[in-house]
């Protein structure tokens, strides 16, 4: 894309409250996610547990066998004491026998619980990676322009593995808790119904600082995640861009200004820990300060002979029970709204529609493929920016088998011309058309097919050669791989590899030169075999060696195929069957390069400025 085009693209300034900064429109999100008072946002996870029923049902098995176990042992141990010492001990070595196959078969529940539990979960969060990811993924430009990368990596990493540890841990520990309090509250029932009822008077004591702090917990966890999610977009756009702040001579500042956001997230989160550690404090000084107090009254009744010992042991062990339960809830409560928050973030991102997407019933493009390309009264301005059309008015037909070259001055709307091709944007008016059908009516995966684009800025993957070759076509042999790559002048490069094409390059092959990573990207073109060729400055990294070379086998390419062309070196597109001169977004210009230059017109201006400095 050129300059003006590119800067076109991204600029949202006139969108409402686009003046706003990422950081501004991420704390207004998190104001607004804090003022929510409930978990609603984890049931989202529903549907996704729901696909693992068998799982989910044995782990909620093994889960209520685990804790009755736990509670049993205050019935054997009450027998123990109250039973095992009769007739001089006689059925003490029973009673103990009953106690360990108690805790034996405890520890075997615990175990498979805590396996089926952590499957389940580990089951469930790898089915949402794979959903939040594809839905990443459908998301048009337009939605990358008003979020940042780094921003869509952390709900993809951050807000996840929160999640995470509330499906495979706290969850478990939660209903674990939740199963052991109501079963040692209906056992203390039996036990004793008066020491009981004075326990349950504490429960609205330990309830209330629940709720009333994990509101505020919630709250400063939103902060803490966004704040920090601020931090790792400022992160991916330095390393991102690692070269242009060595260039510059930045890095004291970008650090500084990194430190500042970490900083600024640790703030949050220590707010939050303060808050957490007020309430988890205040609850256990309730709850064992009113259990003491209720044991005290117990242990009168046994002297008195009302209550035997092992019932007080029993009830001693209940007690602790609910008690550490009702502790570890208000604990777990903490993880729930934090994983609330981190599932409001991803169900955000999930909730996103593309702009683009298919019609319920698309219209499919013509087989065999043609290869026409019709642009008829085209207005196109991109997001933000209404008043500043990339294309206004344009009509343009390529017809089959034609190579058309686009050549302008910068910001004229060239590179948005391939871009409503490719559809990754719809016109405000007019009509785009592949081989005679309207693109807003057919599905944009089956336009894309019948293109193979290879643009200015030639990205490329991690991986090897290969794989990049292929990524144009899963389905291509090395073969077909070693033939593309000889015919677009990258096999020579490629085989003196340590390993040839199967050598890793490294993150966005950033080990080749980028002459060599653009004859890549026309290798991956070349193998993709569609019927449209797009080549957006396909030769500008180039020295004139390889320039030469590599036009030599687009040359043969585009005989075979419907090519357009983005030059600025007017020398690339002298063969063209058109060129077609833009400005402004209209088409000011057609004809051969010898009919521009006799017009005397835009096109001889360039030429001449260009041949001339050449």
């Not at 007690?319 to 981190?342: D, M």
């Not at 081989?435 to 290879?454: K, L, M, T, Y």
């Not at 085989?495 to 092959?509: N, V």
């Amino acid at each position: 894309m050129s300059q003006p085009d590119a800067a076109r693209a991204p600029d949202l300034r006139d969108r409402p409250g686009a003046g706003e900064t990422m950081a501004e429109r991420m704390a207004e999100a998190g104001e607004k996610r804090a003022r929510r008072r409930d978990i609603r946002p984890l049931a989202r996870l529903i549907p996704f547990a729901l696909r693992h029923k068998a799982d989910l049902f044995i782990a909620l098995f093994w889960l209520i066998a685990s804790s009755a176990a736990s509670l049993a042992l205050t019935a054997t141990a009450r027998g123990a004491i109250d039973r095992g010492f009769e007739d001089g001990g006689a059925r003490l070595n029973l009673w103990f026998a009953l106690l360990g196959a108690n805790a034996l078969f405890l520890a075997l529940a615990t175990a498979v619980r805590y396996f089926y539990v952590t499957k389940t979960g580990e089951r469930v969060i790898a089915d949402v990676r794979r959903a939040l990811f594809g839905r990443v993924l459908t998301l048009d430009p337009s939605f990358y322009a008003q979020m940042r990368t780094g921003e869509v990596l952390s709900r993809l990493t951050t807000d996840i593995q929160l999640v995470e540890t509330l499906l495979t841990t706290s969850v478990s520990f939660a209903l674990r808790n939740i199963v052991t309090l109501i079963g040692a509250v209906i056992l203390l029932f039996f036990v004793n119904p008066k020491l009981t009822l004075l326990i349950s008077v504490l429960v609205p004591a330990v309830i209330l600082p629940l709720f009333l702090f994990g509101r505020v917990v919630r709250r400063l966890t939103v902060a803490s995640q966004d704040r920090f999610a601020g931090a790792v977009g400022l992160a991916g756009e330095s390393v991102d861009a690692i070269e242009t702040v060595q260039a510059f001579g930045r890095e004291a500042s970008v650090i500084d200004r990194f430190a500042a956001s970490v900083e600024d997230a640790f703030r949050a989160s220590l707010d939050r820990m303060k808050a957490r550690a007020v309430m988890t404090a205040l609850i256990i000084m309730v709850m064992f300060g009113g259990v003491s107090f209720v044991l005290w009254l117990g242990a009168r009744d046994v002297v008195a002979g009302v209550l035997s010992p092992g019932a007080l042991l029993q009830f001693v062990l209940l007690s602790v029970f609910a008690a550490g339960a009702v502790g570890a809830l208000g604990e777990t409560w903490g993880e729930v709204q934090k994983a609330a928050g981190a599932m409001e973030r991803i169900d955000e991102l999930m909730r996103s529609e593309p702009g683009i997407a298919a019609p319920d019933e698309p219209i499919p493009l013509p087989s065999p493929p043609r290869g026409e390309v019709t642009l008829a009264g085209v207005r196109f301005a991109y997001p933000g920016r209404p008043d500043l059309p990339a294309l206004n008015g344009l009509d343009l037909t390529v017809r089959p088998g034609e190579t058309v070259a686009l050549v302008g001055p910068s910001g004229a709307g060239k590179s948005t011309v391939f871009r409503l091709l490719l559809r990754f944007y719809d016109p405000q008016s007019g009509a785009v058309s592949v081989d005679g059908v309207d693109v807003r009516h057919a599905d944009p995966v089956e336009v894309r097919s019948r293109f193979a684009w290879v643009s200015q800025e030639t990205p490329l993957f991690s991986g090897s050669a290969a794989d990049n070759i292929r990524f144009g076509r899963e389905d291509a042999s090395i073969e077909d791989i070693r033939d593309v790559a000889g015919r677009a002048q990258a096999a020579g490069f490629l085989d003196a590899l340590p390993q040839g094409f199967d050598t890793p390059l490294g993150e966005r092959a950033k080990s080749l030169s980028g002459g060599q990573r653009q004859r890549l990207a026309i290798a991956r073109a070349l193998i993709r075999h569609a019927p449209i060729l797009l080549l957006d400055e396909a030769t500008s990294a180039l020295d004139a060696e390889n320039e030469q070379l590599v036009q030599a086998a687009l040359d043969q390419a585009m005989e075979e195929r419907t090519t357009l062309v983005i030059a600025h070196r007017l020398a690339t597109v002298l063969r063209a069957d058109r060129i077609i001169v833009m400005e402004d977004g209209r088409v000011v210009e057609e004809g051969t390069h010898h009919e521009l230059v006799a017009r005397g017109g835009l096109y001889a201006r360039l030429a001449d400025l260009q041949f001339r400095a050449d």
